[in-house]
């Protein structure tokens, strides 16, 4: 089953319909709430998240390249680790 959704088309002026699918209509709101999370988000939680992704990154591209992981890589890791858990009390019971 789709969904009709109605868009202006800005440049003609003029109302175009067109559909999504139930897959689409979904992503969209996924995408929404994704949106809100992150505005909802301190700075320094931001910060914590991206600091483990770019720690997993490098740890996952080390382990492809040369089938190791440096002890630099480890360190990142290890930080982002501790820092995600004290921005999100991530050890606590909820």
Known sequence: ???????????MGETV???KTDWQIKQDKINSERKKGLKA???DQ???VQK???AIESVLTSIREVEDVY?????ELDK????????FKLNEEQ
């Open 41 to 43: 988000m301190t700075k």
């Open 52 to 54: 483990a992704w770019k």
């Open 1 to 11: 089953m789709s969904a009709k959704l109605i868009r202006a088309n800005k440049e």
């Open 71 to 75: 002890l630099s890589d480890i360190r």
């Open 80 to 87: 982002a680790y501790w820092d995600l858990n004290h921005e």
């Open 17 to 19: 319909m067109t559909k």
């Open 46 to 48: 931001k910060e914590s």
